[in-house]
């Protein structure tokens, strides 16, 4: 059984910053890629980011390109999401996932294998 828990969610006000942990624990895995997705209410979850987690290459959303950045501790098997320039919009439960192998596409909930049970962000404007 593979856990995944997320860190780190709270209230913080426009243009503050926070920063995500998501560690997962139980039995080992082959990691090809973890991301973090986000929920807001009455909205379909959405793609924030992914990392994969031999080479470390990202991809942002739009929406979060130049505030936020994923990264990774591959001997600590938990992965990292650094929220800048926080918006009111930004405000969602924010869940990490992981994937075993590669599906097509990292924007996609069905990519991944693994997933969190989430943790609030809320900014305040």
């Known amino acids: 059984q593979v856990e995944m828990v997320e860190s780190g969610g709270g209230l913080v006000q426009t243009g503050g910053s926070l920063r995500l942990s998501c560690a997962a624990s139980?039995?080992?895995?082959?990691?090809?890629?973890w991301g973090w997705f986000r929920q807001a209410p009455g909205k379909e979850r959405e793609f924030v980011t992914a990392i994969t987690w031999s080479s470390g290459i990202t991809y942002y959303a739009d929406s979060v390109k130049d505030r936020f950045t994923i990264s990774r501790d591959k001997a600590k098997s938990t992965v990292f999401l650094q929220m800048n320039s926080l918006k009111p919009e930004d405000t969602a439960i924010y869940y990490c996932?992981?994937?075993?192998?590669?599906?097509?596409?990292?924007?996609?909930?069905?990519?991944?294998?693994?997933w969190g049970q989430g943790t609030q962000v809320t900014v305040s404007s």
């Open positions: 139980g039995r080992p895995f082959g990691s090809f890629a």
């Open positions: 996932a992981a994937s075993v192998y590669f599906r097509g596409s990292f924007y996609k909930t069905g990519t991944y294998d693994y």
